[in-house]
């Protein structure tokens, strides 16, 4: 058999597959399906409730001035190591 016949009749069986009327549920849907059908799950809400936090939470810009300041001291850092004199 050539190689173009063996990718023919691959292409052949996945579209067969795939047109199939009836799929087989995977072996975790058939595993939840049985063991839903003697102890049904509860209800679950969409989101879970917000954790909540101790302390007050911190400006956007507070943020912004960390990370800008550790920049520009890793710059100047960078910088000092460069122009030193050896």
């Known amino acids: 058999m050539s190689e ?14 795939d047109g199939a009327a009836h799929k087989e549920p995977s072996a ?3 595993m939840l ?3 839903w059908k003697h ?3 509860g209800p679950v809400p ?4 917000p ?3 101790a302390h007050r939470p911190r400006s956007p810009w507070v ?10 001291a ?5 910088g000092y190591a460069n122009f030193r004199p050896h």
Request: charged fraction near 35%.
């Open 4 to 17: 173009r016949d063996d990718f023919d009749q691959r292409e052949f069986d996945l579209k067969w597959a």
């Open 33 to 35: 399906a049985a063991r």
């Open 28 to 30: 975790r849907a058939r």
């Open 63 to 72: 943020s912004a001035a960390i990370v800008f300041g550790a920049m520009a």
């Open 51 to 53: 954790a909540r936090k």
């Open 74 to 78: 890793l710059i100047l850092l960078l």
């Open 46 to 49: 969409f989101r879970p409730e």
């Open 39 to 41: 102890d049904p799950p």
